[in-house]
């Protein structure tokens, strides 16, 4: 990125430059830098040849054949061509500052935040979708849905999921092309649709007739809200902690086995879920942390277990 953003003909720089390799290598030698030779017009003579080394030797005083050979050996052709047709004067040439968005990269003042930026902005252009949370959410609404989850009895590699989705950076085919050039695929499930984050786990189809069934069961045995894509993406604010607790946990539980189907190329199915979920609420019992005790009270109480 640094040489895209330095490169220019006039100035073809030898070292550490991605165009001029010996074994796939790029160059830096100190003792030719310290003679002021950088530039490939530092190489060539009047007549738009490369120096022969017995003129170079004369001209820098450096008396290594082996190591002149293997410098000019790695300019390619094209380059000693752009170089041989350049009407400039050697005394003209000066080494560029190292340029990054037009800001000296070397300039005391630019400290190691605005590199970062700079170098965030440059390399991924799309940034972090961190706080479309706060889109639909109140700031404390939002730091509730953020922080509360890590309390909830619940595996850890399924709280790494949620959080993945709820600060916009779970790897769906869309986020990796976006972010780091994958090839786009679509929705595992569908195949039809682009695979966004909303749509594996709330738009498409088959994540929709998933939540259908759960909350279809669910509202059978406790009194549940509308399953929103604010809240299945985020999480759910309700009054009653027990309440808040559950059906925030079975939801979360819930996107896990919408992930984990994805990985297994199977469409989502709800009462291969429901079995999954009555095995974690029977290891319940084996936890003896507050939410736990609680969780597990309540789905006694209503009988969660129970499929119909
Ligand atoms: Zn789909």
Redesign the pocket.
Known sequence: MIYKHNFSPHNIPIWNCRYILHNRKSLFLQNWLDKDIWSVMHLIDRTGNILKFEDFYSKFNINDKKQYKKVVNAIPQAIITIASNLDTNIADLKLPSLLIDNKNLLDSKINNITIRLIFNEKLHPLSFCRNSILNSFSKENAAQLRGNFYKFPIPPKVKEIHFKIVNGIYPSADFLFKRFGFEST????????I?TTN??FY?????CAFWEDLHHWLSKHMQIPDLRIENIIFGFIIDNSVNNLTINSIVILGKFFVHKNRFLKTKPNFVAFHKELCLFFSSLKHMKKKNAVKLLTLVKELNIMELS
């Open positions: 679509n929705c595992s499930f569908c195949k039809e649709h695979e749509h594996i738009e498409c189809i088959y994540t």
